[in-house]
T-cell receptor, first 110, second 114 residues
Framework: DQQVKQNSPSLSVQEGRISILNCDYT??????FLWYKKYPAEGPTFLIS?????DKNEDGRFTVFLNKSAKHLSLHIVPSQPGDSAVYFC?????????FGTGTSLTVIP | NAGVTQTPKFQVLKTGQSMTLQCAQD?????MSWYRQDPGMGLRLIHY???????DQGEVPNGYNVSRSTTEDFPLRLLSAAPSQTSVYFC?????????????FGEGSRLTVL
């Protein structure tokens, strides 16, 4: 049973606009959350993370929001750039195992 | 800085054959893990290790063996390959593996089992 879910397989956004990628989780024991970006034929690369003691973390154009009561996190990319086109995975950890979502393919249209 | 290195990048096997996917990291990371990526399934954890001599099962361990004799290496063995094991395999490492650090991934190994 999928403990981390990304319900949107794909998303298209115009360059310069905001991209919002969503992720839901079911295990309330998860206390650390990460977003990864993956280009074709490459391994995933770390983008940004957030601990459960926070509700927001920013790094440049990327912001992750965590809503613990809703078991929901989101990644905001502002402004979106064509180079952001990739598959984005959210992941959650509550110990020694990281659980990944199924990914959202983001296309930023120039 | 090599990071996480996986070999081979591509492999074709026949059903019943065995093989080993190699993974090596040069970052002195204690935690290493193997994932498989399948369409619509995301990344699923096969096995992981929190240090030399210690391994444990992830979500989908059946049909795979691992060992961790050194900090640097974490090979994944397929004992008797099946078509269901056709997938892209990723090795990943982390400094401690606990919920404080990011995973560093290799470039992946694409395995096809006929």
């Amino acid at each position: 049973d999928q403990q981390v879910k990304q319900n949107s397989p794909s998303l298209s956004v115009q360059e310069g606009r905001i991209s919002i990628l969503n992720c839901d989780y079911t295990n309330s024991m998860f206390d650390y959350f990460l977003w990864y970006k993956k280009y074709p034929a490459e391994g995933p690369t770390f983008l940004i993370s957030i601990s459960s003691i926070k509700d927001k973390n920013e790094d440049g154009r990327f912001t992750v929001f965590l809503n613990k009561s809703a078991k929901h996190l989101s990644l905001h990319i502002v402004p979106s750039q064509p180079g952001d086109s990739a598959v984005y995975f959210c992941a959650a950890s509550g110990g020694n195992q990281f659980y990944f979502g199924t990914g959202t393919s983001l296309t930023v249209i120039p | 800085n090599a990071g996480v290195t996986q070999t081979p990048k591509f492999q074709v096997l026949k059903t019943g054959q065995s093989m080993t996917l190699q993974c090596a990291q040069d970052m002195n990371h204690e935690y290493m893990s193997w994932y498989r990526q399948d369409p619509g399934m995301g990344l699923r954890l096969i096995h992981y290790s929190v240090g030399a001599g210690i391994t444990d099962q992830g979500e989908v361990p059946n049909g795979y063996n691992v060992s961790r004799s050194t900090t640097e290496d974490f090979p994944l063995r397929l004992l008797s390959a099946a078509p269901s094991q056709t997938s892209v395999y990723f090795c990943a490492s982390s400094l401690s593996g606990l919920n404080t650090g990011e995973l560093f991934f290799g470039e992946g190994s694409r395995l096809t089992v006929l």
